[in-house]
């Protein structure tokens, strides 16, 4: 199997992974857990935005901050439609965000992790497009690792979930899964894109920068920063931040 499909599918496998301790797990994930695992999710985010996605953005445009700084706005912005335009349910809320639907609780759980993990797979589809542009093999499987590991926990905080609504273990997984088939699908989209459009790849990567730092501030730190043991996200923010920087400094 070439670099490159194993690249796209790591982080499917992540998710996979994580999913499956539904089997493993009698009872939901503690809170402290919870929290440390999403802080973790969201520190390795914001670092592979920043030292993947923008730094080699305006490395790629000479410099110029305008492609960063376009593409970057254009991917809060589609990602800021997809959230208001898809009905969805976040782990925890009661109730739902986008147009009202009659969709189940557990179909619109799914859509909320699916809109959280599009950005992830654009990340990765773009820093592989990026290897004929100055971006190495190895910084672009950096960011396919990364992605994967913080897809571990948070494959687990899908499935956990998704049982106690009621679903049988193996749906849960099941489920877990393919909210994480977004991820190879957006992968594939944007080499497409990038290989019809090379010029605009300052953007692209700015672009998923912008979508990934969405969900990080959109979502994970609003649920990082409700309740008890918030201190716990912190220190998970800070780990995950750490370990994705060192992981693109030392293979980039």
Do not use: C
């Not at 445009?61 to 492609?67: D, L, M, N």
């Not at 497409?192 to 959109?218: D, I, K, Q």
């Amino acid at each position: 199997m070439s670099a490159l499909a194993i690249g796209i599918l790591l982080p499917l496998l992540g998710t996979m992974l994580g999913s499956a301790f539904v089997f493993f797990m009698k009872k939901e994930i503690p809170d402290r857990l919870q929290k440390t695992l999403l802080g973790f999710a969201s520190g390795v985010m914001v670092a592979a935005s920043v030292w993947s996605l923008l730094i080699p953005s305006i490395t790629m445009a000479q410099e110029s901050v305008i492609p960063a700084a376009m593409g970057f706005l254009a991917g809060i912005v589609f990602l800021l439609l997809i959230d208001e335009l898809t009905p969805h349910l976040h782990v925890g809320a009661q109730k739902a965000e986008g147009p009202k639907s009659r969709l189940s609780r557990t179909m619109m759980l799914a859509l909320a992790v699916t809109i959280h993990n599009l950005p992830e797979g654009m990340a990765v589809g773009v820093v592989f497009a990026g290897e004929t542009h100055g971006l190495t093999l190895s910084a672009a499987l950096a960011v396919s690792i990364g992605i994967a590991l913080q897809n571990i926990p948070e494959g687990a905080i899908i499935s956990m979930p998704m049982h106690a609504e009621g679903n049988s273990r193996l749906k849960s997984f099941l489920i877990g899964t393919l909210s994480g088939v977004v991820e190879p699908l957006g992968s594939v989209a944007i080499l497409l894109l990038a290989s019809v459009l090379g010029v605009a790849l300052p953007y692209l990567l700015a672009f998923a920068a912008g979508a990934m730092m969405y969900v990080v501030v959109e979502e994970l730190i609003p649920e990082t920063a409700q309740g008890r043991h918030t201190n716990l996200s912190t220190i998970g923010f800070a780990l995950g931040f750490v370990l994705m920087m060192v992981m693109d400094v030392l293979l980039g």
